[in-house]
């Protein structure tokens, strides 16, 4: 009997560890629109391997709906959340103001002012409230995608329907003002309304194209625009309580680290956009629109949408790599 009980308690011995191991799991709400097997999840598996290096063990949990995920980590079923930036505005609107409209126009851009955010003197400004950001990645540019060709201007916009994320005031606000009607949508609709005809126009990243089917709204007279809009990010938000400092600075400079990696998948699903679907328009109608961009972001910061200091340091990057801008003198 003595036996017996000794071999008990060394195999509870054994075994309390694991099992409080793992209960003890961080948990990852992981936006991804396709799921356990989608992109998002992938990368967030490389990070979960990494993670442990940084004595953090996490469980990821997919979310095939962004509200969901963002509300859970409200609620606090996760710790952690990996959402778009324009959502995760709503957590800290220095970072989520990376992806203010115009903002950022190349990758080139991007990288610098990512390479800035991964710094250790950045954490301050990445922290707000009860939340920080752990990570930014980008999620390629957003173009305008039409189900008519023809609709290759702003004037020709007026009446049309376009999607806005529901979620996102500033996007009704600016499609308002070029005189269309904003139809409020999210990430899990928008794709499927332009498909069916529900509304003309959608800002899509090239990266959408193949995995939301959007050829089947092109089809068979539409287009997309080629000038970005928007340089959209994915962003890792989390509860400041639930990760130390150093984790999290960790974390940022991974993110950072992998950047060509996340760029190189990038450049593979937006190689897969059919060319004839590309609509140039004149150089002119580029610099007016870039007039518009800043006009719209500065309506948009006196309005409390956009962070005022984040502006001005994506306003400095512009500088940086184009000193003959108008902005810059």
């Known amino acids: 009997m003595k036996k017996l009980f000794t071999s008990l308690v060394a195999v509870c011995a054994l075994t309390l560890p694991f099992s409080a191991q793992a209960a003890t799991k961080t948990k990852i709400c992981v936006f991804d629109i396709v799921g356990n097997v989608g992109p998002m999840m992938g990368a967030m598996k490389d990070w979960q391997a990494a993670a442990l290096g940084w004595g953090l063990e996490a469980e990821l949990i997919p979310y095939t709906n962004e509200a969901i995920a963002a509300e859970d980590l409200k609620a606090g079923v996760c710790e952690a959340a990996l959402i778009t930036g324009i959502r995760g505005r709503g957590f800290n609107k220095y970072a989520g103001t990376v992806d203010s409209i115009g903002a950022i126009p190349t990758m080139d851009h991007m990288r610098l002012v990512l390479q800035v955010l991964s710094h250790p003197q950045s954490a301050g400004k990445l922290s707000q409230g009860s939340y920080q950001v752990m990570g930014i990645a980008p999620a390629g540019a957003a173009y305008v995608f039409v189900n008519d060709k023809e609709v290759n201007t702003l004037a020709k916009a007026a009446g049309k329907r376009v999607a806005v994320l529901e979620y996102d005031e500033t996007q009704a606000k600016l499609v308002s003002q070029v005189g269309a009607t904003p139809v409020a949508s999210d990430i899990t609709n928008f794709s499927t309304k332009f498909n069916n005809g529900v509304v003309d126009v959608i800002a899509a990243p090239l990266a959408a194209y193949e995995a939301l089917e959007l050829y089947k709204g092109l089809s068979p007279d539409g287009g997309i625009i080629n000038y970005p809009l928007v340089q959209l990010t994915i962003q890792l938000i989390a509860k400041k309580e639930a990760f130390p400092a150093e984790t999290a600075q960790k974390s940022r400079e991974y993110f950072y680290n992998n950047l060509d990696r996340i760029l190189d998948q990038l450049k593979k699903e937006e190689s897969k956009v059919d060319q004839r679907w590309w609509v140039e328009i004149p150089d002119a109608d580029k610099q007016e629109y870039e007039v518009l961009m800043q006009e719209a972001r500065d309506q948009l910061r006196?309005?409390?949408?956009?962070?005022?200091?984040?502006?001005?340091?994506?306003?400095?990057?512009?500088?940086k790599l184009d000193q003959s801008r108008a902005e810059c003198t």
Do not use: I
């Open 302 to 319: 006196t309005e409390g949408y956009y962070d005022p200091t984040m502006l001005d340091m994506l306003r400095k990057v512009r500088c």
